[in-house]
């Protein structure tokens, strides 16, 4: 009976872990490479510098879904387990210690920017541009959220969505929201990557945009798809 007991809690142990993991890297390599690219262009956004942060968001959330998918379902995400939570797919006790955990490596991320990378600034922290108002900001980052995790159900969720190719769906997804929004809210579609760098760096300009717009978003797009499309013959 002890080992039946056990088990759940090691998976939740484990599964913590994974979401800990992952979006401390989430953060190194996609707030890292908004910090590097500052230091190298001066700060300003050009061409490149949409792409090349575009390209690195991207490409680590398709790595890193990729290796935690079969140990926590790499959420690395509030706005995800949320809507996970909600439609059911996890329970509320794995999606709020997925949460903490999400939250605790985006922070221990963000901090250990501040020490590798001199003059880090804002640490790659998410900010309105310029004549962006708090709701078309906050209406972006519902657009874009949307977006996301209508891929994510239509891809890893959906029994008969694409399954192994579900992180590659995912990545594109996150660099072409980066390619749109970045100019408009900084793309964050993620409480936790908005939440690590303006924790350590005290940036908390309209950070409200980057919890609601997320969540609004993440939601609308599980519940749209579950009640559309999940249930098809």
């Not at 209508?150 to 072409?176: E, Y």
């Amino acid at each position: 009976m002890s080992s039946g007991i056990a088990q759940p809690k090691m998976d939740l142990v484990v599964g913590g872990l994974a979401e800990f993991l992952a979006t401390f890297f989430f953060i190194i390599l996609g707030a890292g490479t908004v910090v590097v690219t500052g230091a190298i262009t001066g700060g300003d956004l050009d061409i490149s510098r949409l792409l090349v942060i575009s390209l690195a968001h991207g490409i680590a959330i398709m790595l890193l879904v990729a290796a935690t998918a079969n140990i926590s379902g790499g959420h690395i995400n509030p706005a995800v387990t949320i809507s996970m939570m909600l439609t059911k797919n996890i329970s509320i006790l794995k999606g709020s210690l997925y949460i903490v955990c999400q939250l605790g490596g985006a922070s221990v991320g963000a901090l250990i920017i501040s020490w590798l990378i001199p003059d880090a600034g804002t640490l790659g922290a998410h900010g309105l541009g310029s004549n962006v108002t708090a709701l078309q900001g906050m209406g972006t980052e519902i657009i874009l959220t949307f977006a996301l995790v209508f891929v994510i159900f239509a891809t890893a969720v959906d029994p008969k969505g694409l399954g192994k190719l579900a992180p590659i769906a995912i990545g594109l997804t996150v660099m072409a929201d980066h390619l749109v929004g970045i100019p408009l809210t900084g793309a964050s579609m993620n409480p936790a990557r908005s939440f690590g760098p303006a924790l350590v760096s005290a940036t908390w300009d309209n950070h409200w945009i980057y919890w609601i717009g997320p969540i609004v978003g993440g939601i609308s797009a599980a519940v749209f798809y579950k009640l559309v499309f999940l249930n098809r013959t």
